[in-house]
């Protein structure tokens, strides 16, 4: 069964850093999103993606981060300059033409 | 924007007795709810979903129920089995390609 899968499975920043997390969403869909989940606390949506453009964002997806699908498998998340709060889980989904969002594995990231 | 609670945080039950978790959102027009179960170190999967023309769906020992007056819908789980532990984690989201909002997540823990 196809699955959403996710690199790295985690990631060590200093504070300042860019990171670029990816994932590869499942093949046919057309669907993408990122959440992430502070520990301890929600899932939160961060933005979602279709026809190579954003179609929503959140309050928490400012001008720091950006999404890009660089080609026909990849989807990434960059965060330009990481601050300690955004240490987090971060899952990628996918949704093809039912309602299922399907989810990845999750990248840890620690800001230190 | 959405807000999904859900209760309780925790919840701890003997191997095959039933488990119910519960969970309220705020807003109307939301039409569709997912029931995601993560295990530990997994990515999230989705267990059941229902839509809000439905009042309750059943798939084996898993069922969801939805009172759209009340704005609450719940997770039942019956003959619990210990591969049953895990988070689980509601949604819910108006149907489409739009974000799910979700709930805090319930830890099941089923004691053989």
């Known amino acids: 069964e196809p699955e959403v899968t996710q690199t790295p499975s985690h990631q060590v920043t200093q504070m300042g850093q860019e990171v670029i997390l990816r994932c590869v969403p499942i093949?046919?869909?057309?669907?993408f999103y990122w959440y992430r989940q502070i520990l301890g606390q929600k899932v939160e949506f961060l933005v979602s993606?279709?026809?190579?453009?954003?179609?929503?964002k959140s309050e928490i997806f400012d001008d720091q981060f950006s999404v890009e699908r660089p080609d026909g498998s990849n989807f990434t998340l960059k965060i330009r300059s990481t601050k300690l709060e955004d240490s987090a889980m971060y899952f990628c989904a996918s949704k093809g033409g039912t309602d299922t969002q399907y989810f990845g594995p999750g990248t840890r990231l620690t800001v230190l | 924007g959405e807000n999904v609670e859900q209760h309780p945080s925790t919840l701890s039950v003997q191997e095959g007795d039933s488990a119910v978790i519960k969970c309220t959102y705020s807003?109307?027009?939301?039409?569709?709810f997912p029931w995601y179960k993560q295990e530990l170190g997994k990515r999230p999967q989705l267990i059941i979903d229902?839509?809000?023309?439905?009042g309750e769906k059943k798939d084996q020992r898993i069922a969801v129920t939805l009172n759209k007056t009340a704005k609450h819908f719940s997770l039942h789980i019956t003959e619990t089995q210990p591969e049953d532990s895990a988070v689980y984690f509601c949604a819910a989201t108006i149907y489409g390609n739009n974000r799910l909002a979700f709930g805090k997540g319930n830890q099941v823990v089923v004691i053989p």
């Open positions: 229902i839509r809000s023309n439905v």
């Open positions: 993606f279709y026809n190579n453009e954003i179609s929503e």
């Open positions: 807003d109307s027009a939301s039409n569709y």
């Open positions: 093949s046919n869909h057309l669907y």
